[in-house]
C-alpha cells in the first residue's frame, strides 16, 4: 500500500536551529534486511528504537524518519516532559481516579526512562526537574487555576499557590498576578535530547534520516518497505508515525490535524536579562488551555508558544507561521514591553495528533506490525512511555503499562473531514478570542 507523502514544515525549529551545523543525513540508499523496522523518529521512534537495542542486541534494528530527528514535531515541542499530562483544567478531570493513576503511572516511566537516557547514557539536553507554573494574568484565568487547584487536591498531587510577587520574580513579567507550581515535570531541550539520544542509542540500532516509507507490503515472512532508494525487508514493522500511522491502512480518517506554533528570540545579554528581572530558566503553562505557554531557556532564550489552526492534509503553509508570529508578538509585548524591539529569531509549527474522543493507538495492528500514535497534544513523557512500550510488546513483555495501554480506548471517527476541520476552524478562534490577555 502506498503511503501519502510526510509534509515538510516551511520553517525550521529554534530548538534545532540552536544546536549549530548539523553533519548531512545519512539516508538510506540500497536495500537492507533488518529483525525490526521503527518508522518515525519523534519521542515513540527514538524510544521504541533505545528498547529494541537494548533488549535484543542480537537483532538488527534500524529507524527511519521522512525528516531530520529532532526537527519534526517532537522537536519542535516546548519541552515540558508533563507527570500529569491529562487536562486538570478540565471540569470531569477529578472524577477519573483510575484514568488519572494510569495516566501518571505511564507518564512518570515515560520521564524515568528519559532521565536514565540523561544519567546512563550521558544525553545532555538542559535538564531541569524544576516543575512548571500554571500562571494566570485576568480573573478568569484565575477561576481557571482555582478549578485546577481543587481538582489536584481531590487527585492527591501535591501543589503550591505562588502569590503575585513571586510568580512576577520568577518569570521577570509584571503581566501574571497568580500561578501554581506543580513539581514532577521536568524542563528540556527538546532538540538536544532527541539528536543527542539518536546518537547514543545501542550499536545495534542504525538510523536512516530523510528516508520517507512510502509502501508498506505485508507479507507472510518478511514485511517489504519502499523508501526513495532503497527497500527494506523486515520481520516486524513497529509504526511510530503520528498522524501517518492513519494513512499506512490503520485506524483511517481518526486523525485530527491541528498545528500549534512557537517562536524563540536569540540569546538575551545579561544587561537584558537584568531588564527582565527573571531569576533563571522556568516553564509557564497557561491557566486557560488557550493561552501562551512561555520558557526561559538556560540559554537565555524567550520561548513562547500560542495559536492553533487546522492543519489540511497535514500541512502548514509559511502564511500560517507568519500569522502565529503576529500573534507571538503581541504575547510578547505584553509580557515584556522593555524588550519588544528585539523580536524572535525563529517561528516555527508542529503537527499535534488529536482524536474526537481523546483515544490512541497501541498495540499489534496487523501480524508483526505494531503502532502507537495519538499524542492528543502531550507527547513528550507519553511518547517515551509508549515507544518504550511498544517495542517491550514486539518483544513479548508484559508490563503494567502494556495492559493499561492495551485498555486505552482507540481513536474513533468522528465527523466528516469538512465537518471537523469547520468545527476546529470555529473552536480554535472562538477560544483564542475567549481567552483574551492569557494569550
Ligand atoms: C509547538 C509545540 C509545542 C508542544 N509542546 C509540548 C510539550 O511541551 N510537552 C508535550 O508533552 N508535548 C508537546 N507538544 C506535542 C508533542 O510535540 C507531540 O505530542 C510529540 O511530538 C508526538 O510524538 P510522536 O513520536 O508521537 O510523533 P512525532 O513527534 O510527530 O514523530 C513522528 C515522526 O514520524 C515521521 N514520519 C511520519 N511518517 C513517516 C514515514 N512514512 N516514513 C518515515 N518517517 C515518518 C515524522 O517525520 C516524525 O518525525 C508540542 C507540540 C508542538 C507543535
Not at 532508494?229 to 480518517?253: D, E, M, V, W
Not at 502548514?316 to 508578538?329: E, L, T, Y
Not at 495519538?374 to 508490563?399: D, I, M, P
Request: aromatic content about 8%; proline content about 4%.
Amino acid at each position: 500500500m502506498e503511503i501519502m507523502p510526510v509534509h515538510m514544515e516551511p520553517t525550521r525549529s529554534g530548538w534545532y536551529a540552536a544546536l549549530g551545523d548539523r553533519s548531512d543525513a545519512l539516508s538510506l540508499a540500497s536495500d537492507i534486511t533488518c529483525d525490526y523496522l521503527v518508522v518515525g523518529g519523534g519521542w515513540m521512534g527514538v524510544h521504541a528504537a533505545r528498547r529494541l537495542g537494548e533488549l535484543a542486541p542480537e537483532a538488527r534494528v534500524v529507524l527511519v524518519d521522512a525528516g531530520r530527528i529532532g526537527d519534526g514535531a517532537a522537536g519542535r515541542c516546548a519541552g515540558f516532559a508533563i507527570d500529569l499530562a491529562h487536562n486538570p483544567r478540565n471540569k470531569h478531570f477529578a472524577e477519573d481516579r483510575q484514568g488519572n493513576e494510569e495516566e501518571y503511572h505511564v507518564n512518570t516511566e515515560g520521564i524515568a526512562y528519559m532521565r536514565a537516557s540523561v544519567e546512563e547514557l550521558g544525553v545532555s539536553c538542559e535538564w531541569d526537574p524544576s516543575g512548571k507554573y500554571h500562571a494566570a494574568a485576568t480573573d478568569r484565568g484565575r477561576r481557571c487555576l482555582e478549578d485546577m487547584s481543587n481538582a489536584l487536591t481531590q487527585i492527591g498531587k501535591s501543589h503550591r499557590w505562588v502569590a503575585r510577587d513571586e510568580i512576577q520574580s520568577i518569570t521577570g513579567s509584571g503581566h501574571y498576578h497568580s500561578a501554581i507550581h506543580t513539581p514532577g515535570t521536568v524542563l528540556l531541550q527538546p532538540a538536544q535530547y532527541l539528536t543527542g539520544l539518536a546518537a547514543l542509542l545501542p550499536e545495534n540500532v542504525e538510523i536512516y534520516e530523510k528516508t520517507p516509507v512510502t509502501g508498506i507490503e505485508q507479507l507472510p515472512q518478511h514485511h517489504v518497505c519502499q523508501t526513495p532508494s532503497g527497500q527494506i525487508r523486515t520481520r516486524n514493522i513497529l509504526l511510530c508515525n503520528a498522524a501517518y500511522l492513519t494513512k499506512c491502512g490503520f485506524f483511517p480518517h481518526t486523525a485530527i490535524p491541528v498545528y500549534t506554533y512557537a517562536s524563540m528570540t536569540r540569546v538575551l545579554s545579561q544587561e537584558e536579562l537584568k531588564v527582565v528581572g527573571a531569576r533563571g530558566p522556568f516553564g509557564v503553562i497557561p491557566a486557560e488551555s488557550f493561552g501562551t505557554t512561555m520558557r526561559l531557556t538556560a540559554d537565555r532564550r524567550l520561548f513562547l508558544r500560542n495559536v492553533y489552526s487546522y492543519g489540511r492534509g497535514f500541512q502548514s503553509r509559511q502564511s500560517d507561521v507568519d500569522h502565529a508570529r503576529k500573534h507571538h508578538q503581541v504575547a510578547f509585548d505584553r509580557r515584556y514591553p522593555e524588550l519588544s524591539s528585539i523580536g524572535y529569531e525563529h517561528t516555527w509549527g508542529g503537527l499535534l495528533t488529536l482524536s474526537h474522543n481523546g483515544g490512541m493507538v497501541f498495540g499489534e495492528l496487523a501480524d508483526r506490525v505494531y503502532g502507537a500514535a495519538f499524542c492528543n497534544g502531550t507527547g513528550v513523557a507519553r511518547g517515551a512511555a509508549f515507544g518504550k512500550a511498544l517495542a517491550e510488546l514486539a518483544l513479548g513483555q508484559t508490563s503494567r503499562t502494556i495492559d493499561i495501554l492495551n485498555n486505552r480506548p482507540k481513536p474513533t471517527y468522528g465527523m466528516p473531514e469538512w465537518l471537523t476541520e469547520i468545527g476546529v476552524r470555529a473552536t480554535t478562534a472562538y477560544r483564542f478570542f475567549r481567552a483574551g490577555k492569557e494569550t
